[in-house]
């Protein structure tokens, strides 16, 4: 069958809800940045052959040609919106240089979404076409699936009612469980066996997980394992996995080793020298670790919840869609890039939506409004019932996961967190600097009795080194502390990253009034020059 050619020419092409160019397609038009925006634009750019790509659309859609393009984007990728001339809706989403390892992050991804639709009830898009060979006709890596149905869940949350909420947060905990009952052989990333070619790169999964034989386990694909511009390897030496069985040692050795390999890059947040420590402080953290990390592994408590697990790690209520005529019904989950096969007690976190607030108790205590709650004012009693209903759906979390996710339950509150936390952070020193490791190795010896280990704790922190860490520590927290007051002043991120529904320069002029204000209101000499010093944006 010839299949008719799809058209660029007479194309309504438009980015939240305006009319571009087609060479702004190519761009990154959903913002502006703060900090580094040239970079940032760099690794966001993306060149590709529209009329080839429209050319597999009509063809996955049985010839109906492309009739409108509504550009969407995140910070990896850009999604394309095509409407069909027969009406139909399917997204087209294509890989930005800073996505990840090239070939791979598209490989995985493609097959995360085949797999759960076949071996799942995890509701996904359904995949309509893929490439993972920039050198194709697209030129450029791509996947083609049906848009989501339903409508995106933070449009409806407030009108939930509580029961129907409960409904919604018990199936997700079912479809979690799901997930957690997988037998994955090895940690990595999940692909079609026909995407890795090399033996020694892929570990076959069993058949009563794949009974057709079309899958593996293959290396990690991230972006913090490239250079973070072209999608290329950071270090080809580096192992990048599969790390097959229960292997946390290889694991945890070669996220440790990519966090030596990441100081040859420039760091991407701004950071005092004292805070993102030099190379030789990352090569001296490492081999900390490593003297650590022999032992961490053989802790019982590590090891009963070290199996590999294939988890979504950023569930927040833009990726979950729900029934248009049924709210507590889940019919997508999207955004699966770079989605690992991990340890289970590293993948195991709240839902972003569920996180519970600072003063939650776990248990069978219920959340309650404030003793005081009638003395308050208006404001602080619809905070106080804000935050109550936080809790409630933290609650409802908690006790949905106890009965449908077992072992998910555990590994999420059985393990020792600072153990948790040096497995996840062992591989970002140089992007998040030293103070978070440092902080869990640390904390990993103050508790070393407790943890049930046969052996003597492995390291000791003098007395010098353990005054120089508070000092570091105390300037980390001071850091986040102005982190946290400059993105919320300015509606941004950590990359400095401006909704285009702001006025760029009027934030840009805004930096330098909060700035200014910050400096004037401070009580002391010393609070105003923290605050300069660690300001995140150029003024």
């Known amino acids: 069958m010839k299949w008719p050619l799809g058209k660029t020419r007479g194309i309504s092409i438009s980015c939240h809800g305006k009319k571009i160019s087609e060479a702004k397609l190519y761009e990154y038009t959903n913002g502006r940045f703060l900090h580094d925006e040239k970079r940032q634009l760099a690794s966001r750019h993306l060149k590709f052959d529209l009329t080839n790509l429209c050319n597999e659309a009509c063809r996955v859609t049985n010839g109906s040609t492309v009739q409108n393009i509504e550009k969407m984007e995140g910070g990896f990728s850009k999604a394309l919106l095509m409407t069909m001339s027969n009406g139909k809706e399917i997204i087209a ?68 009612s509580a029961s129907a909420r409960l409904k919604l947060i018990k199936s997700l905990t079912q479809l979690e469980n799901q997930l957690a009952t997988i037998q994955f052989p090895a940690y990595g990333s999940l692909y079609h066996r026909r995407s890795i070619n090399k033996s020694a790169e892929r570990v076959l999964l069993d058949p009563s997980i794949d009974p057709d034989g079309q899958y593996c386990v293959g290396p990690s694909c991230g972006p913090k394992w490239t250079d973070g511009y072209n999608g290329a390897d950071l270090d080809p030496e580096l192992d990048m996995g599969p790390f097959e069985g229960l292997d946390l040692h290889q694991y945890g050795s070669a996220l440790s080793s990519r966090s030596v390999a990441r100081t040859r890059i420039p760091a991407t947040r701004v950071m005092t020298p004292n805070l993102q420590g030099a190379p030789r402080d990352h090569t001296d953290l490492r081999d900390a670790a490593m003297t650590l990390l022999p032992h961490l592994v053989e802790l019982p408590v590590v090891q009963q919840y070290a199996k590999p697990v294939l988890w979504h790690t950023d569930l927040h209520m833009g ?54 709650y009638e003395e308050l004012d208006d404001d602080d009693k619809a905070n106080a019932k804000y935050e109550k209903k936080k809790a409630d759906a933290s609650k409802a979390y908690e006790v949905a996961t106890y009965l449908n996710n077992e072992a998910t339950y555990e590994a999420l509150w059985e393990i020792h967190e600072p153990t948790r936390e040096f497995f996840r952070r062992i591989g970002g020193t140089w992007d998040d600097g030293v103070v978070p490791v440092q902080r869990c190795v640390q904390k990993i010896c103050e508790d070393w009795s407790k943890l049930g280990s046969p052996n003597p704790c492995p390291v000791s922190i003098s007395d010098k080194d353990m005054e120089a860490f508070r000092q570091r520590c105390k300037e980390y927290l001071d850091w986040i502390e102005v982190q946290e007051v400059a993105k919320k002043s300015l509606d941004t991120d950590d990359d400095g990253w401006i909704s285009p529904e702001f006025d760029f320069d009027a934030k840009c002029q805004q930096n330098k009034e909060f700035l200014r204000l910050l400096d004037e209101q401070s009580s002391t000499e010393e609070g105003a020059r923290i605050t300069k010093r660690f300001w995140p944006f150029p003024v």
């Open 93 to 160: 989403k294509l890989p930005c240089p800073n996505a990840g390892r090239s070939m791979y992050s598209t490989a995985s991804e493609a097959a995360v979404l085949e797999y759960l639709s076949v071996q799942t009830q995890v509701p996904t898009p359904k995949l309509l076409s893929w490439s993972a060979d920039a050198a194709g006709p697209v030129g450029a890596e791509y996947i083609i699936m049906e848009k989501a149905p339903g409508i995106q869940l933070f449009s409806v949350w407030d009108e939930i």
């Open 319 to 372: 990726n979950i869609f729900v029934s248009e005529t049924d709210h507590s019904q889940i019919v997508s989950i999207i955004d699966w890039q770079h989605t690992s096969i991990s340890p289970h007690f590293v993948q195991a976190r709240w839902p972003v939506f569920l996180r519970p607030p600072e003063d939650y108790a776990m248990g069978l205590q219920h959340p309650e409004l404030p003793k005081n």
